[in-house]
């Protein structure tokens, strides 16, 4: 059931708390980022309802957090955070979601808008045929199934390793592009099977790879320690561990679903399946979501070698595309964090949500460490995506997490009722932005209307103190699945 305004405690402009009490078996407050426009949106799902039920986990540390771009999600809401005690708490692949890792990456390049802009047709066309998108596409980046248990083991490091990129690549990932614990042999020949192929692969859905330019910087400083400075081209790359990851998902949800009885674990949703992190069962699916992170790092580093060289022949061996972060947006990860007034080591869920560290955390690569982590929130391929940089209020208040995009505001089958993808296309075009995609559906189910406002969700993450504005980026060229 959905959940009503009056069952809301407004804590300020952009806090809403539902306490505890409001549904019996509740074990903390769930927590809402937004305005009271958002709001509105919002509320016309179960996102909210979702966020109550996350706050049932066993070992809940902290809130149940709902971010701004919350949708409508399986089990957790997408743009739901929670945290669990690593000791005594669940793990639970709801709260991962079913594209491990998906994530974004921002390249930037010594290109100005008016430099491309003249070529940027041949430039879409040279990026779609050389970085294969759709449902079951396959890569130009072989492996076979033992060299695919090294990149489940090494993430991006792989893929660099034979030639597809440089070494400062992986610095600029969280995590180095490789998560620790990975154990290829808990993921399945089936999820094997579905992935091995992928390397180098957008896959479909709200999936994409955008050229776009700095519209607008915030802050100077910050935007010049990241390497960005207006009507500077970039690219942004949105995508994740494809058919692998999927499988992963679902095989354990399975596994879980069978297990939570022997736990005596009951839950209001079965989509919330989980277990104790510290069973034989939570520690399997650790070990398979780290190989599926891992490979989803080694599908965006092995895209961006393709996107690299895309500019290299259309601009010349000078337009260099360098990575300027990678996040993740689909995980669970163990981290040290600070609760009512004492550390404690937790796992992070973050479901369609991205992390939002500050200055001076050693996770970040030593370049940024001065000024923060490079958030990156795109938005549809109609608008616009930003950068922000990590603040330490969301260390205190959301386990260093923000948002991970502007969030659907329709469902797929009503973004396409009523439209044409032609007509879209060229609306698109009218609005200076080339747009490649597979399949018609690819176009319509992502029409800028589908989404809420990005400026909107980004001003909540930025006046709630979550992440700081640094720049503001405007799509030019869009591939889509």
Known sequence: MAVEWDQLQKIDEYRWRVPKGTKLGMRTDALIYADERLLQAIL??????????????????????????????????????????????????????????????????????????????????????????????????????????????????WVVARGFGEASDVEYCEESGCMAGADPSQVSQRAKQR?????????????????????????????????????????????????????????????????????????????????????????????????????????????????????????????????????????????????????????VHRKGATRSFPAGAPELPAGYRNVGQPVLIPGSMGTASYVLVGTEKAMEETFGTVCHGAGRAMSRAAAKKGRDARAETKRLEEMGILLRAETRDGILEEVPEAYKDIDAVVDVVHNAGLARKVARLRPIGVIKG
């Open 44 to 157: 016309k799902d179960l996102s909210v309802d979702q966020a109550m039920n996350v706050a049932f986990l066993p070992g809940i540390v902290g809130r149940s957090l709902a971010m701004p771009d919350i949708h409508q999600g399986y089990g957790f809401p997408i743009g739901g955070v929670a945290a669990t005690d690593f000791r005594t708490g669940v793990i639970s692949p709801g709260g991962v979601g079913f594209d491990i890792n998906c994530g974004v990456r921002l390249l930037a390049s010594p290109l100005r808008k008016d430099d491309v802009v003249p070529r940027l047709r041949e430039l879409v066309n040279q990026l779609f045929r050389d970085v294969p998108s759709g449902t079951g596409s396959e890569g130009y980046l072989k492996c076979n199934l033992q060299e695919l248990d090294r990149v489940l083991t090494e993430g991006a490091a």
């Open 195 to 347: 992935g091995h192929t992928q390397l180098g692969t957008l896959g479909s859905g709200n999936h994409f790879l955008e050229v776009q330019y700095v519209q607008k910087v915030f802050e100077p400083e910050v935007a010049r320690c990241f390497g960005l400075e207006e009507d500077q081209v970039v690219v942004l790359i949105h995508c994740g561990s494809r058919g692998l990851g999927h499988q992963v998902c679902t095989d354990f949800l399975k596994v879980m679903n069978e297990a939570m009885p022997r736990y005596g674990i009951s839950l209001p949703d079965r989509q919330l399946a989980c277990v104790p992190i510290q069973t034989p069962e939570g520690q399997a699916y650790l070990a398979a979501m780290a190989a599926s992170a891992n490979f989803a790092w080694a599908n965006r580093q092995a895209i961006t070698h393709f996107t690299r060289k895309a500019f290299e022949r259309i601009f010349g061996p000078g337009a260099k595309l360098r990575v300027v972060y990678d996040v993740a947006h689909n995980i669970a990860k163990r981290e040290r964090h600070r609760v009512d007034g004492e550390v404690k080591e937790v796992l």
